[in-house]
Nanobody, 114 residues
Framework: VQLQASGGGLVQAGGSLRLSCAAS????????LGWYRQAPGKQRELVAR???????QYAESVKGRFTISKDNAKNTVYLQMNSLKPEDTAVYYC?????????WGQGTQVTVSS
């Protein structure tokens, strides 16, 4: 499985963006999927996660603003980001995990201006 993230960009505070991560391969629906982010000078952190069974988990800082979803037919995981804040500025990475396998996409930059 290879992951290709897209959808980042520059947006004003209060705006919205939707990130997409398309995966190759046939086992997409069996993976636990996540979005992480890394701001300059900070460690990479979990933003949102969705299990193969559809259970979701969010960082406290994005609860109520971000929504993770997936489309198994399209092999794609999404991150809908609403009410964006300048502190959401970071490179966002998609992740896929199954067993010992831990895969990362290339990252997409999200910049929120105040």
């Amino acid at each position: 499985v290879q992951l290709q993230a897209s959808g980042g960009g520059l947006v004003q505070a209060g705006g919205s963006l939707r990130l997409s991560c398309a995966a190759s391969g046939n086992a997409f629906r069996f993976y636990d999927l996540g979005w992480y982010r890394q701001a300059p000078g900070k460690q990479r952190e979990l933003v949102a996660r969705i299990t193969s069974g559809g259970m979701t988990q969010y960082a406290e800082s994005v609860k109520g603003r971000f929504t993770i979803s997936k489309d198994n037919a399209k092999n794609t995981v999404y991150l809908q980001m609403n009410s964006l804040k300048p502190e959401d500025t970071a490179v966002y990475y998609c992740n896929a995990q199954i067993g010992w396998t831990d895969l990362w996409g290339q990252g997409t930059q999200v910049t929120v201006s105040s």
